[in-house]
Nanobody
Framework: QVQLVESGGGLVQAGGSLRLSCAAS????????MGWFRQAPGKEREFVAA????????YYADSVKGRFTLSRNNPKTTVYLQMNSLKPEDTAVYYC?????????????????WGQGTQVTVSS
């Protein structure tokens, strides 16, 4: 069992930055690939980024590529999503998730554990 707790969300102006954190419980953190998804009001949950178990490989949605950076600290069992050059369309609830899949995946159903989410609001 893995419990995930996100933090770092908030209100920021367009062009600003935020760093989201996802703290995981359990000793098997390094056994999971980690991902971030987001869901805006009235829209489906969408993939944002994923990072491999060792943190040496990442994958990003085209909409955030070049602006967002995902990293992880396995001894601290935490992943970080650095979000720069934020846009109003980035406004959503952001969810952290853990997957046992060996390869990085954008499919939400292949993630085994989810956090409760943290709200990010970008004003224009």
């Amino acid at each position: 069992q893995v419990q995930l707790v996100e933090s770092g969300g908030g209100l920021v102006q367009a062009g600003g930055s935020l760093r989201l954190s996802c703290a995981a419980s359990g000793r098997t953190f390094s056994s999971y690939a980690m991902g971030w998804f987001r869901q805006a009001p009235g829209k489906e949950r969408e993939f944002v980024a994923a990072i491999s178990r060792r943190g040496n490989s990442g994958y990003y949605a085209d909409s955030v590529k070049g602006r967002f950076t995902l990293s992880r600290n396995n001894p601290k069992t935490t992943v970080y999503l650095q979000m720069n050059s934020l846009k109003p369309e980035d406004t959503a609830v952001y969810y952290c998730a853990a997957s046992r899949e060996v390869t990085l995946t954008v499919v939400a159903d292949l993630y085994d554990y989810w956090g409760q989410g943290t709200q990010v609001t970008v004003s224009s």
